[in-house]
């Protein structure tokens, strides 16, 4: 099994559709992230937390929010779609000693 | 804001070449990692640089980290097919907000 799990692995929405993409992870680590993937802009940084009372923004923000409802469990939402948020989502656990990220395999979002 | 160039975009190279691609910053960089990213697949951990000019070898690739700790390289000598794929840094600026430069995209012309 995967040790982080990333739901839907893909989802065709429609504009102005609420959509949660969910992340867990079996690590046991604290620290998760969201990251948005484009053609030609690399990873980009949604929002980070370091634990359940700890989240904070990252690059690209605006348009999403997200719930850490455990230390297993980081969601990503995006209330209101909107075309140009189709893209590839990734969610990853850092390591605590290492530092590494553990990524999950993905969540591939289109928003017609 | 903190931000981390990686050039080349792409790059396309016969079988048994060699490729390298470098990661710049304009401040000093805690540590950088460097992640491989195949077709389809996710990004997945190669390596984390630390100290100033360190160096650190895994078979065919040697990562190297700039004395002022603002450059990274990665380096891969004689390419092989299953090297195709997208290689990205990774920094953090201290404040564990993990930035990723744009990626390499490696082709290789068997």
């Known amino acids: 099994d995967a040790d982080v799990t990333q739901t839907p692995r893909n989802r065709i929405t429609k504009t102005g559709k609420r959509i949660m993409l969910e992340c867990s992870q079996t690590k046991g680590h604290d620290r998760m992230y969201w990251y948005r993937q484009d053609p030609g802009l690399g990873l980009r940084l949604i929002y980070y937390s370091f634990d359940v009372k700890d989240i904070n923004k990252g690059e690209i923000s605006d348009g999403y929010s997200v719930s850490r409802q455990a230390q297993a469990k980081f969601s990503l939402s995006l209330e209101s779609a909107i075309p140009n948020q189709t893209a590839l989502y990734f969610c990853?656990?850092?390591?605590?000693?290492?530092?590494?990220?553990?990524f999950g395999e993905g969540s591939r979002l289109t928003v017609l | 804001g903190q931000q981390v160039m990686q050039i080349p975009q792409y790059q396309h190279v016969q079988e048994g070449e060699d490729f390298t691609t470098y990661c710049n910053s304009s401040t000093t960089l805690s540590n950088i990692q460097w992640y491989k990213q195949r077709p389809g697949g996710h990004p997945v951990f190669l390596i984390q640089l630390v100290k100033s000019g360190e160096v650190k070898k895994q078979k065919r690739l040697t990562f190297q980290f700039g004395e002022a700790k603002k450059n990274s390289s990665l380096h891969i000598t004689a390419t092989q097919t299953t090297d195709v794929g997208t290689y990205f840094c990774g920094v953090d600026f201290g404040n564990e907000k993990l930035t990723f430069g744009t990626g390499t995209r490696l082709t290789i012309i068997p």
């Open positions: 990853a656990v850092r390591g605590p000693n290492t530092g590494e990220l553990f």
